[in-house]
């Protein structure tokens, strides 16, 4: 079993920045990909981006393209979201998800995600 903490959300005026990170502990060795999702009020969780933990491989939701970058850290078994030019749509609860299984492709729905973290709030205000 697998236990995710994210850290780093807040409150932040639009343009600014914030950096996230989930720290995975537990039985980690089988770790194909982890990513962040994010759920704002009345919508349903959203897939932000996602990399893959050997390759280093990222793909990204176009709504982020440009604006944001996950990393890792292997031997801390750590994922990052850096967050750039904020916008208040960006607004949500943020939650990190880790998958254990082989995908063809970088996996980008909630269902190829096997463990989740409790999320933390980033709040952007106009």
């Known amino acids: 079993q697998v236990q995710l903490v994210e850290s780093g959300g807040g409150l932040v005026q639009a343009g600014g920045s914030l950096s996230l990170s989930c720290a995975a502990s537990g039985r980690t060795s089988s770790n194909y990909a982890m990513a962040w999702f994010r759920q704002a009020p009345g919508k349903e969780r959203e897939f932000v981006a996602t990399?893959?933990?050997?390759?280093?491989?990222?793909y990204y939701a176009d709504s982020v393209k440009g604006r944001f970058t996950i990393s890792r850290n292997n031997a801390k078994n750590t994922v990052y979201l850096q967050m750039n030019s904020l916008k208040p749509e960006d607004t949500a609860v943020y939650y990190c998800?880790?998958?254990?299984?082989?995908?063809?492709?970088?996996?980008?729905?909630?269902?190829?995600?096997?463990?989740w973290g409790q999320g933390t709030q980033v709040t952007v205000s106009s």
């Open positions: 990399i893959r933990w050997s390759s280093g491989n990222r």
């Open positions: 998800a880790q998958s254990t299984r082989v995908w063809a492709s970088l996996p980008t729905t909630r269902g190829q995600y096997d463990y």
